[in-house]
């Protein structure tokens, strides 16, 4: 059938078709078939039309017209989860060496100049094996509606935290709507025990470091 868009609620994701014949019919953002962009009043589209359980009529396989298909290709934009490469299994080794000299010259030796000087490089290699990567793609599909989506600054950091399946952003204010107290469960629920110990390094490696930071510079001053 053949329609035209009438009405288009971009944040809930879905809208109105008034077809050649005068029917209004329901579509949601997951029943379109093209990509490039979302749909917007006045779209002309070719669609078929459906009865849904309650009887209600609804469009599918939504195609904007003048845009290209969806192709199987891009239907399934494999997330590849991050990896670390030599580079941060070096700054993991320098890390920890560091970490364990600036601990052995602290307590051993006593001398907080000398595990200074172990202690801030080992800041600086936990600043770079936590600074943020890029995906290897530079597009997903959401989870949720399947649409093909751009990575942005959201999406990237959650990729960096250990997430694969990735929300749009209509799915995620949605998501977040439906669920505000579980903001922090969905952040955490997917965090692997690596970055718990990372995050353990981290606290641990730095309270050391402003800690020897503290005392040296309280026995300059006195
Ligand atoms: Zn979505």
Request: glycine share 6%; hydrophobic share 35%; proline share 2%.
């Amino acid at each position: 059938m053949n329609g035209k868009i009438s009405q288009w609620k971009d944040d809930k994701g879905f809208g109105f078709i008034t077809s050649d014949d005068g029917q209004k019919i329901f579509f949601h953002i997951s029943s379109l078939t093209t990509r490039d962009r979302r749909p917007e009043i006045g779209d002309l589209v070719i669609f078929t039309a459906q009865t849904d359980k309650q009887n209600r009529l609804k469009a599918s396989k939504v195609a904007i017209e003048g845009l290209s298909k969806t192709s199987q290709y891009q239907r399934h934009n494999k997330v590849e989860p991050k990896t670390k490469n030599g580079f941060d299994y070096l700054l993991m080794f320098a890390l920890s060496t560091l970490a364990l000299l600036a601990a052995y010259t602290y307590f051993k030796l006593n001398s907080i100049e000398d595990a200074i000087v172990f202690a801030i490089p080992a800041v600086i290699a936990l600043i770079f094996l936590g600074r943020q990567k890029k995906p290897k793609s530079r597009v997903f599909n959401c989870t949720k509606c399947k649409k093909v989506e751009h990575f942005d600054k959201r999406t990237i950091s959650a990729w960096n935290r250990g997430f694969t399946r990735l929300y749009c952003n209509t799915c995620h204010v949605e998501w977040l709507r439906n669920n505000p107290s579980q903001e922090n469960n969905y952040s955490s629920s997917q965090q692997s025990k690596g970055c718990l110990v990372a995050f353990t390094l981290i606290v641990g490696t730095s309270s050391f470091a402003g800690y020897s930071l503290v005392s040296w510079l309280v026995q300059v001053v006195i």
